[in-house]
């Protein structure tokens, strides 16, 4: 595949946290259209090489492009507009305020509209409005947190604030969202609800690049699957050959 073509790619990415080398010459690539999966044993450095991706940390060495653009320069709320936006894997909602609150600062991002057009464009700004809160209680709904728009986000659990980030992080339109372990601490039933959803917004044309644990969840999504250990590339193809191969299991029982 043409350079051109990755949606992001990143090469030769280091990032050192005192004596620590936590990612090491990584290399990654996520093709357009595609679901992704990033695995590897905990301490692997893949919520590290998250960071570097979304510019949440300043890589030590490499080189990051999304939609063939470098991104180095760039904060991640300038990401966030270019299309590519990720989440974490303790969920940051802001506890103080509402869950729909929380989902309309999601949207905020990409409208970056200046005080006077409110006063000369009222009724579009309303508009929009409208449009933003149907789009949160849409995402709310798939996600099965629309009867909890009311409450604040500090009075859910760990798994639905994962799920209230995830909602979040769509509401900025996004074309790439990388999420790390949207299935960590999620009730099981909801688990296949979340992977239907990734892959119905999949269908309407965004990318995600995943960190997860659940083999199952990787094994339904992805079209291809990416592992690090110790900080470093270890194999990368489709997910069937990924969960046959002796290295990686091997990465995993530490042998
Ligand atoms: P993973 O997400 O694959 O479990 P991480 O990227 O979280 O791994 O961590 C990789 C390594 O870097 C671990 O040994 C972790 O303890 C260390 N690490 C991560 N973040 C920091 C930090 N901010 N300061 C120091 N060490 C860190
Ligand atoms: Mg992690």
């Not at 966030?80 to 969920?91: N, P, Y």
């Not at 409110?118 to 949160?136: F, G, K, S």
């Not at 995830?166 to 296949?192: F, S």
């Not at 609800?193 to 965004?206: A, F, S």
Request: glycine share 10%; net charge neutral.
């Amino acid at each position: 595949m043409a350079a051109e073509s990755w949606l992001l790619e990143a090469e030769g990415l280091s990032k050192r946290f005192g004596g620590l080398q936590a990612v090491q010459d990584v290399r990654l690539q996520v093709a357009e259209g595609t679901i992704t999966g990033l695995i590897g044993p905990n301490g692997a450095g893949k919520s590290t090489l998250f960071a570097l991706l979304s510019n949440f940390l300043k890589a030590d060495a490499g080189k990051v492009r999304f939609r063939g653009r470098a991104i180095e320069k760039l904060q991640p709320y300038q990401l966030a507009q270019l299309g590519l936006v990720r989440t974490f894997q303790v969920a940051r909602s802001l506890s103080r305020l509402t869950v729909l609150e929380n989902m309309l600062l999601g949207g905020q991002q990409q409208r970056g509209e200046k005080f006077w057009q409110v006063w000369l464009h009222p009724q579009a700004i309303r508009r929009q409005e409208q449009e933003l809160r149907d789009r949160a209680f849409s995402l709310l709904s798939d996600v099965g947190l629309a009867a909890k728009a009311q409450d604040y986000a500090g009075s859910l659990s760990g798994g639905q604030r994962k799920l209230l980030e995830m909602a979040r992080a769509l509401m900025a339109q996004p074309q790439l969202v990388l999420l790390d372990e949207p299935a960590a601490g999620v009730n099981p039933a909801l688990i296949e609800k979340i992977c239907d959803h990734i892959q119905t917004w999949n269908q309407q044309g965004i990318s995600f690049l995943i960190i997860e644990h659940n083999m199952d969840v990787i094994m339904s999504l992805c079209d291809r699957v990416w592992v690090l250990a110790e900080g470093k590339n270890l194999v990368d193809g489709p997910p069937a050959q990924i969960q046959q191969d002796e290295q990686v299991l091997a990465a995993y029982l530490g042998l």
